[in-house]
């Protein structure tokens, strides 16, 4: 998806250079999500394929401990498996998790992940969040020619060096992506059309306001006013 953004870059750069490319220029998300689809697939076969070449057991199953040297795997079907061993890792990756204490977010909201997995455009979105993920989707989205907002609570890449961070933020401003500094979001809202009324609150002024967007992704990182902190989104 960001090389599919570059490309589009490279296409309204290149009239400059004497190339003739027909406007408007426009792209195809359902045909860009297929080959994403069918890419992220062919990886996962791979990485099957290699582990089945080295004689490595793949289960395809969720796992808890019964002790420390024991799990205990339950597959689709409800079979239990016990695997031992005297050493266990644990690398299971992480997945996005929806801010549920904000009205509408589950019923109305993907998250990062979903977002590679979408048939349709997603349109006009905002992003809620300010890590890396979140800029991430939002600067290919922008590049792509979508309109897309991201809504921050206070800093962007909190964990970064600031001085780079605005550098980041300010070359995605540059080319078309939207702020929203120092709000968080109340509730989602779906309207009669079918677009989705945010409203939110600006955190200086306690002012609130609201937007419609088509899509609302969230990719939040940090505690927003004192309540537990999400988990870490991921991305392909």
């Known amino acids: ?30 045909k860009m999500a297929e080959a994403v689809q069918n890419y992220v697939k062919s990886l996962n076969w791979g990485h099957r394929v290699q582990l089945q070449d080295r004689k490595v057991k793949y289960f395809n199953f969720k796992a808890s401990f ?21 050493h266990i890792v644990i690398a299971t990756g992480g997945r996005p998790r929806y801010p549920t204490h904000i009205e509408g977010a589950l019923e109305y909201g993907i998250t990062s992940d979903d977002i590679f997995w979408l048939k349709e455009s997603p349109g006009r979105t905002l992003v809620v ?11 290919f989205l922008t590049g792509l020619g979508l309109d897309a907002t991201v809504m921050m609570r206070s800093v962007p890449l909190r964990a970064f060096d600031q001085q780079m961070a605005s550098l980041v933020t300010n ?23 079918g677009q989705l009324q945010v409203t939110w609150v600006d955190l200086a002024s306690d ?12 990719a939040v990182v940090f505690p927003v006013r004192g309540l537990p902190a999400l988990s870490l989104v991921s991305c392909p």
């Open 171 to 193: 070359h995605m401003a540059s080319h078309g992506t939207r702020f929203l500094r120092g709000c968080i979001p109340l509730k989602v809202e779906r309207l009669s059309d």
């Open 66 to 86: 019964v002790n420390k040297h024991t799990v205990c795997g339950v597959s689709k079907g409800g079979k239990e498996t016990l695997l031992s061993a005297e």
């Open 129 to 139: 969040g300010a890590s890396y993920v979140a800029l991430e989707c939002a600067g």
């Open 1 to 30: 998806m960001h090389q599919a953004a570059l490309l589009g870059g490279s296409l309204h750069d290149a009239s400059h250079f004497g190339w003739e490319v027909a406007q408007p220029i426009r792209h195809d998300w359902r």
């Open 207 to 218: 002012r609130k306001d609201t937007g419609t967007f088509d899509t609302v992704l969230w």
